[in-house]
């Protein structure tokens, strides 16, 4: 059987993870269509005014650049998914072109489906969102307008990442064997080297330093963004070093519990792999809820702002969600040998559980800090509507919160699936 042709038939044989694969295609091509239309779009970006032009075009940029990260995250999920059928054309004789063909075929599939329908998504959304929002701005316009600017902006960052998936496929089909070999030995480095050690104390205290400013400072948004800035620094230490530090020093606490051990130490690990998202979305978040705090007088930005906010939070919690699951694939023999060792499906669902608890809370709890004290400010300052600063706020725990509770079953299934003991 040729490769193309075996690819076509495995490509049917494993639909729903392919079809997983490709609506997240789908989700990142209707974003990136429907951002730049928007901020090519005078009605919402005010051509008569450059600087908040280019405010807005930043904004829609750090959006399509997250949500092609979504591409990248979801590609990787796939690829971790094809190891049976790389190994069937690597035990049949496969070379590396083999290999590489046979992603090549299965991707350029899934992307001519689901590009057309992810640009066809997005036409259909952006007349609704034109038709919520222009009577509030009291613009008429045509709200099927397509702009040739914001599509040309679309078509080359499609071509971009389509690119970027085609050369991260070849890349895996040619370092397979190596990574394999290597694998075991990779998942053990988790030391750091650092040149400077700083201490844990000075991360929490950069880190609580804002939430004094907030208090201390008058209600300025621009003060506001300047002591987030310094916060974000606290912030990273928090991920780096503190709370894996804390999560340690539980972990010796916790020696003979059967679950809380386990728990803490894939936490633990699971932290590390996710910083950088992690990061991200809490950096996201906290600078986004100052800009809307800087803007809350100007509708037309509040808007993009706001867009900004709900597409960023979503597309990057489903992007732990595939991160979650990608540590968690990894983790099949792990739960298997604790199966071995008398751990029942109930003992192992409670380690899942409280390991994605942990997560989750983190992520959580770190941005909610500082936003609610902006909020609270602004709000006790008359500067602001106390249901708008709940709804934003609230927005972003439900999304994190659904995608912890999706997150928990998709690893579920993954690495206890087909076992009931």
């Known amino acids: 059987m040729g490769t193309m042709k075996f690819a076509l038939r495995m490509l049917k044989a494993d639909f729903q ?80 072109l083999t290999l590489a063909n046979f992603l090549l075929t299965q991707n350029m599939v899934i992307m001519l489906f689901a590009i057309p329908f992810g640009l066809g998504l997005g036409y259909l959304v952006i007349p609704l ?114 709370l894996p530090g804390l999560i340690m020093r539980l972990e010796k606490r916790y020696l003979n519990h059967k679950h809380r051990l386990p728990a803490l130490g894939n936490l633990h690990h699971l932290i590390k792999q996710l910083t950088i998202l992690m990061m991200t979305i809490i950096f996201a978040v906290t600078l986004l809820v ?43 023999k792990s739960f298997l040998h604790m199966k071995m060792l008398g751990y029942v499906t109930a003992d192992l669902k409670q380690i899942i559980a409280e390991e994605l608890i942990g997560l989750f809370s983190i992520i959580i709890i770190l941005p909610m800090i500082y936003v609610g004290l902006i909020f609270a400010r602004f709000c006790m300052a008359g500067l602001m509507d106390g249901r708008f600063a709940i709804g934003i706020s609230a927005f972003y725990m439900g999304v994190i919160l659904l995608s912890g509770v999706l997150s928990y079953f998709l690893y579920v299934h993954l690495v206890l699936k087909g076992g009931s003991r």
Not at 210 to 233: K, Q, T
Not at 290 to 305: E, P
Request: charge should be neutral.
């Open 129 to 242: 969102i034109n038709m919520i929002l222009y009577p509030q701005m009291g613009v008429t316009a045509p709200v099927w307008q397509v702009y040739g600017s914001g599509l040309g902006y679309t078509i080359v960052s499609l071509v971009t990442e389509m690119v970027w998936l085609v050369v991260i496929d070849t890349g895996y089909a040619y370092r397979t064997e190596v990574k394999d070999l290597l694998e075991a030995e990779h998942t053990l480095q988790n030391k750091e080297k650092v040149a400077i050690r700083i201490p844990s104390v000075v991360f929490l205290a950069i880190y609580l330093l804002p939430v004094v400013l907030f208090l201390v400072l008058e209600v300025n948004s621009d003060l506001y963004l300047a002591s987030a800035f310094i916060g974000l620094f606290g912030i990273s230490g928090m991920l780096k070093k503190v």
């Open 17 to 96: 993870k392919n079809l997983f694969y490709g609506g997240s295609l789908v989700f990142s091509t209707a974003v990136v269509f429907v951002f730049f239309n928007m901020t090519a779009n005078p009605n919402y970006s005010g051509m008569t005014d450059m600087s908040k032009t280019s405010f807005s075009m930043v904004l829609a940029l750090v959006v399509v650049v997250i949500a092609m990260v979504l591409a990248f995250f979801a590609n990787s999920y796939y690829l971790n998914s094809k190891t049976k059928e790389l190994a069937i054309e690597t035990i049949s004789g496969g070379s590396v």
């Open 290 to 332: 100052c800009f809307m705090s800087s803007y809350i007088n100007d509708f037309r930005q509040l808007v993009i702002i706001v867009m900004s906010y709900v597409v960023l939070t979503i597309l990057i919690a489903v992007s732990i969600v595939y991160k979650v699951l990608i540590e968690a694939a990894k983790r099949k």
